[in-house]
């Protein structure tokens, strides 16, 4: 538990950074270059995840489809960093697959997944550098995203049981099995970086993010079985956006 408020507590003095940054930035506004580029688009992806369970639950990463869309407002530009905020509206599984390997009773290994369907909404500040027009920018993204589960599934074989007719594993977990969901809600953070190519055709943007969270799928007390499950995800994305209106800056 000491480790887990550790993170959340080093995530939000983060998030704290990132707004006394933001807002010194804005009070030196005069030194900018204003911009008004207003664009939207769509998103599509993969994101690759895991549960940080507590006791631990050996696991591969669970791949699955993301997509949705994507607005983005261009605000400034300091010297030769360009700022923006990024809002999603994605749909995306996450969840688990289990690392189950039972070669000496069974040839076939034993297979379990739970994929937990969401809306995530992230809120991103965006920081380029490069060519705004007609050219190839760097850019990096940090920010909070909440997310909504709407539907879980499971995928499983036939179980291998001990003498005491309970799946086989390793460390005895297996209360998982039949627990639901107790918290649909999700938050944490977010942040990455990527590549943008400007043309007349619009805007193309490859990028890598890392979503960690901050809330639990299932509850936590002491007399709750794990004291820990929070999504990891690793995620990769292109996105095409359009501009809506943009200022005639070179």
Same mark, same amino acid.
């Given at each position: 538990?000491?480790?887990?408020?550790?993170?959340?507590?080093?995530?939000?003095?983060?998030?704290?950074?990132?707004?006394?940054?933001?807002?010194?930035?804005? +009070?030196?506004?005069?030194?900018?270059?204003?911009?008004?580029?207003?664009?939207?688009?769509?998103?599509?992806?993969?994101?690759?995840?895991?549960?940080?369970?507590?006791?631990?639950?050996?696991?591969?990463?669970?791949?699955?489809?993301?997509?949705?869309?994507?607005?983005?407002?261009?605000?400034?530009?300091?010297?030769?960093?360009?700022?923006?905020?990024?809002?999603?509206?994605?749909?995306?599984?996450?969840?688990?697959?289990?690392?189950?390997?039972?070669?000496?009773?069974?040839?076939?290994?034993?297979?379990?997944?739970?994929?937990?369907?969401?809306?995530?909404?992230?809120?991103? +500040?965006?920081?380029?550098?490069?060519?705004?027009?007609?050219?190839?920018?760097?850019?990096?993204?940090?920010?909070?995203?909440?997310?909504?589960?709407?539907?879980?599934?499971?995928?499983?074989?036939?179980?291998?049981?001990?003498?005491?007719?309970?799946?086989?594993?390793?460390?005895?977990?297996?209360?998982?099995?039949?627990?639901?969901?107790?918290?649909?809600?999700?938050?944490?953070?977010?942040?990455? +970086?990527?590549?943008?190519?400007?043309?007349?055709?619009?805007?193309?943007?490859?990028?890598?993010?890392?979503?960690?969270?901050?809330?639990?799928?299932?509850?936590?007390?002491?007399?709750?079985?794990?004291?820990?499950?929070?999504?990891?995800?690793?995620?990769?994305?292109?996105?095409?956006?359009?501009?809506?209106?943009?200022?005639?800056?070179?």
């Amino acid at each position: 538990m000491f480790h887990s408020r550790s993170l959340s507590i080093i995530c939000l003095r983060l998030a704290l950074t990132a707004v006394l940054l933001g807002t010194g930035l804005a +009070a030196h506004a005069q030194i900018g270059e204003p911009r008004n580029n207003f664009a939207v688009g769509a998103n599509v992806g993969l994101t690759m995840n895991t549960v940080g369970f507590d006791p631990t639950i050996k696991q591969s990463m669970l791949m699955a489809p993301t997509f949705g869309v994507t607005a983005r407002i261009t605000s400034e530009k300091y010297f030769t960093m360009v700022c923006a905020l990024q809002v999603e509206l994605n749909y995306a599984t996450l969840g688990w697959k289990e690392d189950i390997i039972d070669a000496n009773t069974n040839p076939l290994p034993d297979q379990y997944e739970r994929q937990l369907h969401y809306l995530q909404l992230p809120l991103l +500040a965006r920081l380029g550098w490069g060519r705004e027009k007609k050219g190839v920018m760097g850019y990096i993204v940090a920010g909070p995203q909440v997310g909504f589960m709407l539907s879980e599934t499971t995928k499983q074989s036939e179980f291998t049981l001990t003498e005491e007719g309970v799946p086989n594993r390793p460390n005895g977990m297996v209360a998982q099995y039949s627990m639901p969901i107790d918290r649909k809600f999700d938050y944490g953070i977010t942040g990455g +970086a990527g590549i943008e190519l400007s043309t007349k055709a619009g805007h193309f943007l490859l990028e890598g993010r890392y979503y960690y969270g901050l809330g639990d799928i299932y509850n936590n007390s002491k007399k709750d079985v794990f004291s820990r499950s929070n999504h990891g995800t690793i995620i990769v994305k292109f996105t095409y956006l359009f501009d809506i209106n943009k200022n005639k800056n070179k």
